[in-house]
């Protein structure tokens, strides 16, 4: 699991409709909502799943990559009245990706996902006013750097 960053200096912007290729110009052809309140971001990294075997009661079992796993983003972020909120949650209650740009100090990221998970912030003072989000990537990020 990616550990959060903080998010000085990044934006989300979401849009509900979906880029007609995935391509940078594609992506910038879409009107984006800008979500305020984003505390952190996660780190954009990919990640192996693994099967583990015990042929023959070896010694040590043998652990071999098997798929790539979905990218993951998770987004913590103060519940406000905010237009790109609202569309967040729009995105967590239809069944299909929506569209984000993520603009990070190291560069901007667009790509779709699923919006699948929806918590409360946690045991923090603040938590009754946060709110976590799980991005589930459905393609690779395109990136500018």
């Given at each position: 699991?990616?550990e959060p960053?903080?998010?000085v200096?990044?934006t989300l912007?979401?849009s509900?409709?979906?880029?007609?290729?995935l391509?940078?110009s594609?992506f910038?052809a879409?009107?984006?909502?800008a979500?305020?309140?984003v505390r952190?971001?996660g780190d954009?990294?990919?990640?192996?799943q693994?099967?583990?075997n015990n042929?023959?009661?070896?010694d040590?079992?043998l652990v071999?990559?098997?798929?790539?796993?979905a990218i993951?983003?998770d987004?913590?972020?103060?519940?406000?009245?905010?237009?790109?909120?609202a569309?967040?949650?729009?995105a967590y209650?239809q069944?299909g990706p929506?569209?984000?740009?993520m603009?990070q100090?190291n560069?901007t990221?667009?790509?779709?996902a699923?919006?699948?998970?929806?918590?409360?912030?946690?045991?923090?003072p603040?938590?009754?006013?946060a709110?976590r989000?799980t991005?589930?990537?459905?393609?690779?990020?395109i990136t500018a750097?």
């Amino acid at each position: 699991m990616p550990e959060p960053a903080l998010a000085v200096g990044s934006t989300l912007a979401i849009s509900l409709a979906l880029p007609a290729a995935l391509d940078t110009s594609s992506f910038n052809a879409l009107a984006y909502t800008a979500v305020r309140g984003v505390r952190t971001v996660g780190d954009m990294a990919e990640q192996w799943q693994t099967t583990t075997n015990n042929l023959a009661n070896r010694d040590y079992p043998l652990v071999t990559k098997t798929w790539r796993s979905a990218i993951q983003q998770d987004i913590d972020l103060m519940q406000l009245t905010d237009a790109g909120q609202a569309l967040l949650m729009q995105a967590y209650n239809q069944p299909g990706p929506a569209s984000f740009r993520m603009a990070q100090p190291n560069g901007t990221y667009w790509f779709t996902a699923l919006v699948t998970t929806r918590a409360a912030g946690g045991r923090s003072p603040d938590a009754l006013l946060a709110r976590r989000f799980t991005l589930t990537l459905t393609a690779p990020p395109i990136t500018a750097t």
